[in-house]
């Protein structure tokens, strides 16, 4: 199974945005994290359309969009316009999953849905169809640099069971405290694409801190 290193932007320095996103490129950052944040579903606002936009003028890398956002649907059409490829929004907000995952690809993205820890895998079991990326939250949304939860290797685990007996071939990525000392545990349980905002960032040299996270799974693998 290959693995997906995928630095999340809101730990970027916006000041150095195209040299931080160079040095990811060059490293070998398979996707980039764009942390789309509405002030209502979590309390901080983040980034919009511009911000997509700027960055896809900067990178041919895959944007992978996280919507914690309510009535994500509202944006999609948007987002995708700006230069999204994944739209991932989360089941918590989403009563109607599987049309809005229908939509994420009729505007030409690949669907993701994202549960945060308190929300049972069973929340989105009946869809797994419809659900080209399944995003476990190892942390609660809304800010970075937060502790991964340890409960959360078993949902992981239990995640890859669900997606395997269902021959499901969608990501299962995680997001949330990933660091060179929690991921090696969270591949061998099965997730294959890891976000890592304050890991990568708030190192010196955040191109190492990639292959850094990479080798952290190759070993353990
Ligand atoms: C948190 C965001 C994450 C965040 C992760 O709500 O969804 O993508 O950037 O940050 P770290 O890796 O610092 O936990
Ligand atoms: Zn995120």
Same mark, same amino acid.
């Given at each position: 199974m290959s693995v997906r290193i995928v630095p999340s932007l809101l730990a970027a320095d916006f000041a150095q945005l195209a040299d931080q996103i160079a040095a990811c490129e060059a490293a070998g950052a398979d996707w980039l994290h764009v942390d789309v944040? !509405?002030?209502r579903f979590v309390p901080p606002i983040t980034f919009?359309?511009?911000?997509i936009e700027t960055v896809r003028r900067l990178t041919a890398l895959p944007l992978d969009v996280h919507l914690m956002a309510v009535e994500p649907e509202r944006h999609f059409a948007e987002f995708a316009a700006a230069g999204a490829n994944g739209l991932t929004l989360h089941a918590e907000v989403a009563p109607h999953l599987q049309?809005?995952?229908a939509h994420i690809k009729e505007v030409g993205c690949r669907a993701g849905v994202a549960i945060n820890p308190s929300t049972p895998l069973s929340a989105v079991s009946e869809v797994l169809d419809d659900v080209e990326l399944l995003l476990v939250m190892t942390v609660?949304?809304?800010y970075g640099g937060q502790r991964f939860l340890p409960h959360s290797l078993d949902k992981v685990r239990r995640a890859r069971r669900m997606l395997d007996e269902a021959r499901s071939r969608a990501f299962l990525e995680v997001d949330g405290g990933i660091a060179r !000392?929690?991921?090696g545990a969270v591949w061998q349980a099965g997730a294959d694409? #890891?976000?890592?905002?304050?890991?990568? #960032?708030s190192a010196a040299d955040p191109g190492a801190e990639v292959a850094a996270l990479r080798a952290a799974c190759e070993v353990k693998a």
């Amino acid at each position: 199974m290959s693995v997906r290193i995928v630095p999340s932007l809101l730990a970027a320095d916006f000041a150095q945005l195209a040299d931080q996103i160079a040095a990811c490129e060059a490293a070998g950052a398979d996707w980039l994290h764009v942390d789309v944040m !509405d002030g209502r579903f979590v309390p901080p606002i983040t980034f919009g359309a511009k911000i997509i936009e700027t960055v896809r003028r900067l990178t041919a890398l895959p944007l992978d969009v996280h919507l914690m956002a309510v009535e994500p649907e509202r944006h999609f059409a948007e987002f995708a316009a700006a230069g999204a490829n994944g739209l991932t929004l989360h089941a918590e907000v989403a009563p109607h999953l599987q049309r809005q995952l229908a939509h994420i690809k009729e505007v030409g993205c690949r669907a993701g849905v994202a549960i945060n820890p308190s929300t049972p895998l069973s929340a989105v079991s009946e869809v797994l169809d419809d659900v080209e990326l399944l995003l476990v939250m190892t942390v609660n949304p809304g800010y970075g640099g937060q502790r991964f939860l340890p409960h959360s290797l078993d949902k992981v685990r239990r995640a890859r069971r669900m997606l395997d007996e269902a021959r499901s071939r969608a990501f299962l990525e995680v997001d949330g405290g990933i660091a060179r !000392d929690t991921i090696g545990a969270v591949w061998q349980a099965g997730a294959d694409t #890891f976000v890592a905002g304050h890991a990568v #960032f708030s190192a010196a040299d955040p191109g190492a801190e990639v292959a850094a996270l990479r080798a952290a799974c190759e070993v353990k693998a």
